[in-house]
């Protein structure tokens, strides 16, 4: 039996602050079921006291046959046999599509060229190419956090008492979550509104509904051009030709610094490889997080992720106050190293939100992915959230899954008992299309031509998604201003994404009710996350 790696794939992420620079090189197969790699990353940290949490790598391994190139397969490890050299440890779930590496011990600094190794069951005989893939992730330790805060944010969670909502925040401490009309006052709600699914009516979500409690990896930086050309040039020709950004082959002037796919499959390159990757409807964000093996994040836990421990202070943004100060001007434009050089006053987040789209506006994009960071960045200079999670306000909006839906007058419970915190992506998708084939994810958002689970606004629905940290619209933010979607516990924006001709998807809005319209130039993505499960 003889096997060669023809190829490997290097996936090397944008410079950052903490974790950042990731690189994976060496990769070599032994024995015809062991793959070993080097890995490096910059500013490796584990915190041991408060929050104690900590930095990580999710790493992924992709196949192909030499004899049938350009049909990548999705590499199941094995559950014994894998190996990360000191200062890392290795993290294998329990579904095995990916392993998880982080330092073994409190501490900081760089990881120079460590070793791992996976094991994996023999492929039969023939000769393979292996690609592998690291995505920096964020530990989130189980505890108690708040949805909403004291303001009343639009539609914002807070408490109910059964016949009025409060403005206070709901502290969320278990995995147990019960929302609706009661007395003790206990129950989640939601701000400006009577909040009836029925007269009397309380629902217990399960436990297994990602609410925020439970530990977690999220991904620390949104999606980049870079990750996104090498999913295109790992999938088949077809699914690429779905999972294309909106602007892949635009030229228009007012569009040049947007993401734009060059070349042909399967080399496709791109402009800006280090920006985060704008033109992606959160039905192509949830395919790619389907086949990284993630899972889409909920808005409980976007809320959990930025504030944290902290107690909710009204109208919030992810770092903790109400003070930001937008990107005005750059440094080293247009490079991997870009970076403010607007001042940030003290006391201020530092937001990219600026929304024109003039070619000669030289902020009319996304941008590099911790575009503030430097020595001695802290939280808000850098823009960060509670643990270290980057953009949840600015740069791109976060399609989440939500818990509740108000269209269509009083709020409505999504069937949440759909969700499972434990349904990560398998590593395939869907080969006709590309989209995401996790029949839990399917089940959770309904199926296209049909209604929604939880009231029907057209039969072409497929599901919805609220919006967190921002839009992406000009016509939505006033000029110089950071807009309330941008805060921690705005619920506003709600989408519609289905399909419009039953081959075509496509997002469908309705504009009542504070759904917002999504258009061409609308940029939102989703972020990874994997339940702490091992």
Not at 237 to 264: C, E, K, W
Not at 445 to 453: A, D, K, L
């Amino acid at each position: 039996m003889k096997k060669i790696i023809l190829a490997t794939f290097v996936l090397i992420c944008t410079n950052l602050l903490f974790a950042n620079n990731v690189k994976i090189t060496n990769v070599a197969l032994k024995n015809d079921s062991t793959l070993t790699f080097k890995v490096s990353w910059e500013n490796s940290w584990r915190i041991q006291a408060n929050p104690g949490n900590h930095d990580a790598v999710w790493i992924f391994i992709k196949w192909e046959e030499c004899a049938v190139p350009t049909q990548w397969n999705h590499l199941k490890l094995k559950n014994t046999g894998y190996y990360a050299a000191p200062p890392l440890e290795a993290k294998m779930p329990a579904d095995r599509v990916g392993l998880m590496v982080q330092r073994s011990g409190y501490g900081n600094g760089n990881i120079v060229n460590d070793s791992v190794a996976v094991q994996f069951n023999l492929l039969g005989a023939g000769a393979y190419n292996f690609r592998v893939f690291g995505i920096e992730m964020v530990y989130v330790p189980q505890d108690s956090f708040y949805l909403g805060d004291l303001g009343y944010t639009n539609w914002s969670f807070c408490k109910w008492n059964g016949t009025s909502n409060f403005s206070q925040p709901y502290l969320i401490n278990s995995d147990t979550l019960r929302i609706g009309a009661i007395t003790t006052g206990n129950h989640l709600g939601v701000a400006g509104s009577s909040f009836t699914l029925g007269t009397g009516v309380s629902v217990k979500i399960p436990n297994t509904y990602p609410n925020g409690y439970s530990a977690s990896y999220c991904m620390k930086y949104e999606i980049t051009r870079a990750e996104w050309v090498a999913f295109l040039n790992t999938i088949t020709s077809v699914q690429a030709n779905t999972m294309l950004p909106d602007f892949y082959n635009q030229t228009l002037a007012s569009r040049n610094y947007h993401f734009r796919v060059t070349g042909i499959y399967p080399a496709y390159t791109t402009d800006y490889p280090f920006r985060a990757a704008d033109g992606l409807d959160p039905l192509k964000c949830f395919s790619y997080l389907d086949w990284c093996g993630l899972r889409p994040m909920t808005e409980l836990e976007f809320e959990k992720f930025a504030r944290g421990r902290q107690y909710p202070v009204p109208y919030s943004y992810p770092w903790g106050n109400t003070l930001a100060t937008q990107t005005s001007t750059f440094t080293n434009w247009k490079t991997n190293s870009e970076k403010m050089s607007n001042t940030v006053p003290i006391g201020y987040g530092a937001i990219h939100c600026n929304r024109t789209f003039n070619i000669t506006d030289t902020i009319g994009t996304t941008i590099r992915g911790g575009f503030n960071g430097s020595t001695g960045s802290t939280r808000l200079t850098i823009g960060a959230g509670y643990w270290g999670i980057l953009e949840l306000a600015g740069n791109q909006g976060e399609a989440v899954v939500p818990l509740l839906t108000q269209i269509q007058g009083a709020p409505t419970m999504l069937f949440c008992n759909r969700f499972n915190k434990y349904s990560h992506g398998d590593g395939s998708i869907a080969a006709s299309t590309g989209y995401y084939n996790d029949t839990n994810w399917v089940n959770t958002f309904g199926t296209p031509g049909t209604s929604y689970f939880f009231g029907a606004v057209s039969a072409t629905t497929k599901w919805r998604v609220n919006m967190r940290g921002g839009k992406w619209c000009t016509n939505l933010i006033p000029s110089g201003t950071v807009g309330d979607s941008y805060q921690i516990s705005y619920r506003g924006d709600l989408y519609q994404v289905g399909v419009n001709t039953g081959t075509n998807v496509s997002v469908h809005v309705n504009t009542a009710n504070n759904e917002r319209n999504y258009a061409n130039f609308a940029s939102y993505m989703t972020r990874g996350v994997r339940t702490a499960n091992f």
